[in-house]
Structure formats: structure tokens, C-alpha cells
Nanobody, 120 residues
Framework: QVQLVESGGGLVQVGGSLRLSCVAS????????MGWYRQAPGNQRELVAD???????NYADSVKGRFTISRDNAKNTVYLQMNSLKPEDTAVYYC??????????????WGQGTQVTVSS
């Protein structure tokens, strides 16, 4: 089982920056994809960005050019650098991991979420 712990959320003004971190721990064979999702009140959870163990990235159109996802495989950590933040970026941000257990079973794990609030 993979445990994910996010950090780095907070309150920031429009145009500001934040960096989110997510550390994975527990017993697993490998983690393929790690990603960030967000959910605003009244909205469905949506993909923000994800990254494979090989470094291939994928971004939502709404954050392209402003957010950067990166990963340190040795530390089992994924980061989300968020620049030029807008009020519509306000949401709870969740980390997700797509992993293989030591028995070869595929697992999807979620963190507890971290609040990001962009004030105007």
C-alpha cells in the first residue's frame, strides 16, 4: 500500500506562486505515474498534471505554461510548481499515485489533499 502526504498549499494573491510536494511511502514495487488533481467546491475532481517515472508529462489546458510538474524518483516525491496563480485555481489539490505492489497488483492511491486559495 502506498501512503501519500501532500504539503505546500496555502493562501496566495493573484499572480503569486506556490510549490506543492507529495511524498510516497509504504511497501510497493514501483510507482509509474504520479499526478496532481484538484477539486473546487461544487466541481468534479479534475486532472491538473501527471508525470511518468520516465519523465513524460501531461497538463490540463488551463494550467499549461503556468504550472510545472516534476519528480524525484529516488525520493518518491512529486512536485507541482504553480506560477501566475488565478482565482480559478482555488481548490483542494490531491496527489495520486499509480503503483505496482510487491505482488504485481496495480494500485491507485490518493493523498489527503492540500488547500490552495488564490485571493484577488
Amino acid at each position: 500500500q502506498v501512503q501519500l502526504v501532500e504539503s505546500g498549499g496555502g493562501l496566495v494573491q493573484v499572480g503569486g506562486s506556490l510549490r506543492l510536494s507529495c511524498v510516497a511511502s509504504g511497501r510497493f514495487f514501483s510507482i509509474n505515474v504520479m499526478g496532481w488533481y484538484r477539486q473546487a467546491p461544487g466541481n468534479q475532481r479534475e486532472l491538473v498534471a501527471d508525470i511518468t517515472s520516465g519523465g513524460s508529462t501531461n497538463y490540463a489546458d488551463s494550467v499549461k505554461g503556468r504550472f510545472t510538474i516534476s519528480r524525484d524518483n529516488a525520493k518518491n516525491t512529486v512536485y507541482l510548481q504553480m506560477n501566475s496563480l488565478k482565482p480559478e485555481d482555488t481548490a483542494v489539490y490531491y496527489c495520486k499515485a499509480d503503483s505496482l505492489s510487491i505482488y504485481g497488483a496495480r494500485r491507485f492511491s490518493w493523498g489527503q489533499g492540500t488547500q490552495v486559495t488564490v485571493s484577488s
